[in-house]
Nanobody
Framework: EVQLVESGGGLVQPGGSLRLSCAAS????????MTWVRQAPGKGLEWVSG????????WYAESMKGRFTVSRDNTKQAVYLQMNSLKPDDTGVYYC?????????WGQGTQVTVSS
């Protein structure tokens, strides 16, 4: 059974940090590119960041550059998103997403709330 399980979300004050984790199982993790996507309340999905299968190439949405860092550990079948200098606009459900050609898997999401 394919599973992507996110964790690490929570309530944080503006300017704070969180580290999200996504644990993968049931597929050949090291073959897949991984992305993080979020959904703010009442809005559509927004792409946040991506990392290639080897972990040596990363991409970020413009508003996340310099604040977020994506990484992966293929030996642990996990991908991470370090989020610093968080803003209220970063509030939302964060999903990890595995992609290999036409094959895509989604996690169930983890809630991040940035509020004072």
């Amino acid at each position: 059974e394919v599973q992507l399980v996110e964790s690490g979300g929570g309530l944080v004050q503006p300017g704070g940090s969180l580290r999200l984790s996504c644990a993968a199982s049931g597929f050949t993790f090291e073959d897949y590119g991984m992305t993080w996507v979020r959904q703010a309340p009442g809005k559509g999905l927004e792409w946040v960041s991506g990392i290639n299968w080897a972990g040596d190439t990363t991409w970020y949405a413009e508003s996340m550059k310099g604040r977020f860092t994506v990484s992966r550990d293929n030996t642990k079948q996990a991908v991470y998103l370090q989020m610093n200098s968080l803003k209220p606009d970063d509030t939302g459900v964060y999903y990890c997403h595995a992609i290999y050609g036409p094959t895509k898997y989604w996690g169930q999401g983890t809630q991040v709330t940035v509020s004072s």
